[in-house]
């Protein structure tokens, strides 16, 4: 038996057209996989599903409350004042992260409508002074305020420089009264008054 040696061996160039669809195959269900990961990632973002394990449903909230924000016409900024210090205690960031899972779930009920700001007073002062001007332009607020603005443009003109002086008129008094004394008795129980 003869074998001709220029002969390609049997099945080689079914073998480059197997490769190639194989190769084919797994490109095609690569780009299917992540189409259908990049679909269940829009879905999961456009429409959140949060499951409350909790027996008393406190992570969830009610079906009236997720209609009334659902059925928002008009957008609604949720502004949290919550302080931040180094001297608090180790229970204040728990309660931070629950009033922020609140306002998350708030959030994620109508995020087209509904936005959440974390406003520390103690160093966001630009914060809280826009969201007081913000404030004083409502309707609603400047109707309000307009009752109390009197009283407290009194207050400053007329009333704060006479309890300042009242107050000074006081410690210099109890000053004068204390560097008379030589009763170590009698200066402890006016340090507290002067406080």
């Known amino acids: 038996m003869a074998v001709e040696r220029n002969q390609p061996a049997k099945g080689s160039s079914a073998g480059g ?3 190639f669809l194989v190769g084919s195959n797994v490109a095609m269900t690569i780009a299917l996989v992540i189409a259908i990961a990049g679909v269940l990632q829009y879905f999961a973002y456009r429409y959140p599903a949060k499951a409350d394990m909790t027996s008393t449903g406190v992570n ?4 009236g409350t997720m209609n009334l924000l659902r059925g ?3 957008p609604v900024k949720l502004t949290s004042f919550y302080f931040e210090t180094d001297l608090e205690d180790e229970d204040q ?15 994620s009920t109508n995020r087209g409508k509904i936005t ?3 406003v520390n007073p103690l160093s966001d002062h630009d914060k809280v002074k826009k969201l007081v001007a913000e404030l004083r332009d409502k309707p609603t607020f400047k109707e309000e305020l307009s009752a109390h603005r009197a009283r407290l443009d009194r207050y400053q003109s007329e009333l ?9 008129d006081e410690l210099s008094q109890l000053a004068s009264l204390g560097a008379g ?3 170590q008795g009698i200066q402890r129980a006016i340090g507290p008054v002067e406080d």
């Open 93 to 107: 960031p728990r309660y931070r992260r629950t009033v922020e899972d609140l306002l998350g779930l708030y959030s």
């Open 60 to 63: 969830s909230l009610s079906d």
């Open 160 to 168: 704060n420089d006479r309890m300042s002086k009242l107050v000074s």
């Open 116 to 118: 959440t700001e974390w």
């Open 17 to 19: 057209g197997r490769r």
């Open 72 to 74: 928002l016409e008009t």
């Open 181 to 183: 004394m030589q009763d």
